[in-house]
């Protein structure tokens, strides 16, 4: 199994919702990643984890809240989004947070309209 | 991470080869050059990295200038799936993370 994959495919919220997305890889790599991307833009890192606890937070507000509960399984907890928001969450794995041939492997995403 | 330039987008006749130049003049040297594309609405997926020598793989090829200061990725046979956003991106292999810049957007014409 070579795929990272994310549920939901596309997530609409109000700003009062609590929701979350989910993403899992099963090719034992040991990072993973939450990016967010906005329309037209190159995607943006928000949150690294490595060996499933959180190595890099970019600044991101706490209305973002991300958890990885096993070396499979990445969550991003949202609340109180903004409809700044709106955008292509994308989640990454790689082997390891560090060295060669460290390349990073990607869901195809989840589009979230915050109304 | 060093900063790179690519231009924002270029046309490639389906069949023909794409070379889409990036250039990374202060990179260091110990910093990698990686490449990965976007299809539309789809996530990134990583091409090829090198760090002075080229490289070859299935899916592309990656020619280094000498001074380290430029790369060129080639496409040799350019189908229409190939449409998509082109990244070149300068990082340290030590480090996971990876800084998108703009990008080239190909457009693979028949």
């Known amino acids: 199994d070579t795929e990272v994959t994310q549920t939901p495919k596309h997530l609409v919220m109000g700003m009062t919702n609590k929701k979350s997305l989910k993403c899992e890889q099963h090719?034992?790599?040991?990072?993973m990643y939450w990016y967010k991307q906005k329309a037209k833009k190159p995607p943006e890192l928000m949150f690294v984890y490595s060996y499933e606890k959180l190595s890099i937070n970019e600044s991101v507000p706490s209305r973002f809240s991300p958890e990885c509960p096993n070396s499979s399984l990445l969550n991003l907890h949202l609340h109180a989004l903004q409809p700044e928001d709106s955008a292509l969450y994308l989640c990454?794995?790689?082997?390891?947070?560090?060295?060669?041939?460290?390349?990073?492997?990607f869901g195809p995403g989840t589009r979230l309209t915050v109304l | 991470d060093a900063k790179t330039t690519q231009p924002p987008s270029m046309d490639c006749a389906e069949g023909r080869a794409a070379n889409l130049p990036c250039n990374h003049s202060?990179?260091?040297?110990?910093?990698?050059v990686y490449w990965y594309r976007q299809i539309h609405s789809q996530g990134p997926q990583y091409i090829i990295h090198g760090l002075k020598n080229n490289e070859t793989n299935e899916m592309a090829s990656l020619i280094i200038t000498e001074d380290r200061k430029s790369s060129t990725l080639i496409l040799p046979h350019a189908t229409l799936r190939d449409t998509a956003v082109y990244y070149c991106i300068v990082r340290v292999d030590a480090g996971n993370m990876l800084t998108f810049g703009g990008g080239t957007r190909l457009m693979v014409k028949p």
């Open positions: 090719m034992g790599h040991r990072a």
């Open positions: 990454a794995s790689s082997r390891h947070n560090s060295g060669s041939y460290n390349e990073q492997f």
């Open positions: 202060t990179i260091s040297g110990n910093e990698y």
